[in-house]
């Protein structure tokens, strides 16, 4: 699913700008929460409102990252460069919880970029100015990832997502409407990667919120 995200990112970007396309990425998700746990969110707590907002700020940075940069990147390349997440989640913890990888998640890593990048590079290496923002996606990724584990242990995983959710909704549609790019999907393709976006994205992130705190 994680690689998938990328393609149909892409064509929604290339159809819509990133912005908007976040806002009803995380209006629709933030909606399908309520809509199956609506007797949990009534009763959120304000410490899990706090907490959601701390890690939808890395949260909705790393998604407006992933979405500006896959106007101007292949998804073959994003998806290698945002992977690398992987490689900078356990050098932040390091710097948060000093504490040193040990060898063999220092393997792991090597081995995971390397198989990365074999199976996403295509003949052309060359870099783009997408690809940094990819990068930046990757950065913040790892932030909220680290964050999840630190604010999460003790709060409710719909809750904790739903308010990731509604912070990013509320953030791209501001950005949307400062730059004048506010626009609602017109065309079929754009509805279907939101489909799979607000899906399985929203599945996949309420997943990480729930397991997260055990690493």
Same mark, same amino acid.
């Given at each position: 699913?994680?690689? !998938?995200?990328?393609?149909?990112?892409?064509?929604?970007?290339?159809?819509?700008?990133?912005?908007?396309?976040?806002?009803?990425?995380?209006?629709?998700?933030?909606?399908?929460?309520?809509?199956?746990?609506?007797?949990?969110? #009534?009763?959120?707590?304000?410490?899990?409102?706090? +907490? !959601?907002?701390?890690? !939808?700020?890395?949260?909705?940075?790393?998604?407006?990252?992933?979405?500006?940069?896959?106007?101007?990147?292949?998804?073959?390349?994003?998806?290698?460069?945002?992977?690398?997440?992987?490689?900078? #989640?356990?050098?932040?913890?390091?710097?948060? +919880?000093?504490?040193?990888?040990?060898?063999?998640?220092?393997?792991?890593?090597?081995? @995971?970029?390397?198989? %990365?990048?074999?199976?996403?590079?295509?003949?052309?290496? $060359?870099?783009?100015?997408? *690809? #940094?923002?990819?990068?930046?996606?990757? %950065?913040?990724?790892?932030?909220?990832?680290?964050?999840?584990?630190?604010?999460?242990?003790?709060? *409710?995983?719909?809750?904790?997502?739903?308010?990731?959710?509604?912070?990013?909704? %509320?953030?791209?549609?501001?950005? @949307? %409407?400062?730059?004048?790019?506010?626009?609602?999907?017109?065309?079929?393709?754009?509805?279907? $990667?939101? !489909? +799979?976006? #607000?899906?399985?994205?929203?599945?996949?992130?309420?997943?990480?919120?729930?397991?997260?705190?055990?690493?």
């Amino acid at each position: 699913f994680f690689g !998938g995200a990328f393609v149909f990112i892409r064509q929604g970007v290339l159809l819509i700008n990133p912005y908007s396309f976040l806002f009803f990425r995380c209006l629709l998700g933030s909606l399908i929460l309520f809509l199956f746990f609506y007797k949990k969110i #009534v009763k959120i707590k304000a410490q899990t409102i706090r +907490y !959601g907002i701390y890690i !939808g700020i890395p949260f909705v940075f790393s998604l407006l990252s992933l979405a500006i940069g896959l106007e101007t990147t292949t998804a073959s390349k994003s998806g290698f460069i945002g992977s690398l997440y992987v490689v900078i #989640v356990p050098i932040i913890s390091m710097i948060v +919880y000093r504490k040193f990888p040990s060898f063999n998640k220092i393997i792991a890593v090597i081995i @995971a970029v390397l198989g %990365l990048g074999i199976i996403s590079f295509e003949r052309n290496l $060359s870099i783009q100015f997408g *690809d #940094v923002w990819v990068l930046m996606f990757a %950065l913040f990724l790892a932030i909220q990832i680290v964050m999840v584990g630190k604010f999460a242990k003790k709060q *409710d995983t719909i809750n904790l997502t739903f308010v990731q959710f509604v912070f990013s909704m %509320l953030v791209s549609g501001f950005i @949307a %409407l400062i730059f004048g790019k506010f626009s609602i999907p017109q065309t079929y393709l754009v509805w279907q $990667s939101l !489909g +799979y976006i #607000v899906i399985f994205g929203t599945l996949g992130y309420a997943i990480q919120n729930k397991y997260q705190r055990y690493i």
